[in-house]
């Protein structure tokens, strides 16, 4: 009879799951004698219960420790977002101030005209609106583009998007950023898809690699910065290149760790790889360094719609 008990304390031991939230009954059926075996189920019982209470406890503590995680991740990428939107903030002037030389242009001829009392036909006024046209068209997509940007992607769905295009609308100010620096800035527009991403969240992970790009090349002679579209199979590739020193061998497995930087102080957070390879992960891509390369590399690498 004592091994017979015995057994049933030791079956229940060994099914016990110690990382349950629920609180279980382990011996249903109760003993009636009042002896150390009863003594000991009751004693596992207790155990299991506060066991449970305490998982239930952690696991509480665990989703406020991960929801505030979270949050500080979202901050930090505004941050980033805001702070990368200011550094543009040149040539986003100098992208606007151009259409907006066309539009006053061409309303000032108008004008001009219709003042001196000059008879102007209508292919000569059809010419001047459609340019007229054209520029407000540019002015709206610089805005929109901004506000791709700036914008919060917690609540963004996956999309599917041309590649090209998409590449293209990102890149706009980076031309001005790039040629104010000195940095030699070339895009290969080699290959072209429909990508299954998060337009917004996608833009923001390519800002956030170039302007790392742009630091890198910062210190050396020869400044350029390349960005390849290429057919990876399954998926769509951007590659971005650049002259910069390179990531030592002892810093590769570390670059993306969260609040890892080779940056100076004051100048980086180490949370900008870590988000975007995460991002990128969630989209059901990735984002690597390419460790065979002779440059400096990173591949986003992008799910085919």
Same mark, same amino acid.
Request: charge should be neutral; hydrophobic fraction near 35%; proline fraction near 2%.
């Given at each position: 009879?004592i091994?017979?008990d ?35 189920q ?48 040149a ?46 068209d ?92 290429e ?5 769509? #590739? ?61 591949? #986003? ?5």
């Open positions: 009879m091994t017979n015995l057994v049933k304390v030791s079956n229940v031991l060994k099914n016990l799951n110690l990382t349950s939230t629920e609180e279980k009954t382990l011996f249903p059926q109760k003993r009636k004698a009042d002896d150390e075996i009863t003594t000991l009751n004693q596992l019982e207790a155990m299991s219960r506060r066991l449970a209470n305490i998982n239930k406890e952690n696991k509480e503590l665990l989703e406020v420790a991960n929801a505030e995680k979270l949050l500080q991740e979202s901050k930090a990428l505004n941050a980033a977002r805001l702070a990368s939107l200011g550094e543009m903030a040539g986003i002037a100098h992208e606007i101030n151009n259409p907006l030389t066309i539009i006053k242009g061409n309303i000032h001829a108008m004008g001009k005209r219709l003042k001196s009392g000059n008879e102007i036909n209508e292919e000569q006024f059809i010419q001047s609106f459609q340019k007229v046209d054209v520029a407000i540019r002015i709206t997509k610089i805005i929109r583009n901004m506000k791709k940007i700036s914008r919060d992607t917690s609540e963004e769905v996956l999309n599917n998007i041309q590649l090209e295009e998409l590449v293209k609308d990102t890149l706009e100010y980076y031309k001005e950023k790039f040629r104010k620096n000195d940095v030699q800035f070339q895009v290969f527009y080699n290959y072209d898809c429909l990508v299954n991403v998060r337009e917004v969240e996608l833009c923001q992970v390519l800002i956030n690699i170039l302007n790392n790009a742009n630091d890198a090349v910062s210190t050396v002679p020869k400044k350029w910065i390349n960005v390849h579209l057919d990876g199979g399954d998926f769509a #590739l951007i590659k971005v290149s650049d002259s910069g020193p390179g990531v030592s061998s002892e810093n590769i497995e570390k670059i993306f760790n969260p609040f890892y930087t080779t940056k100076e102080v004051g100048k980086g957070t180490g949370l900008g790889l870590s988000i975007s390879k995460d991002a990128m992960e969630q989209m059901g891509g990735d984002l690597s360094l390419e460790t065979d390369s002779e440059v400096t590399s990173f591949t #986003l690498k992008l799910k085919k719609a």
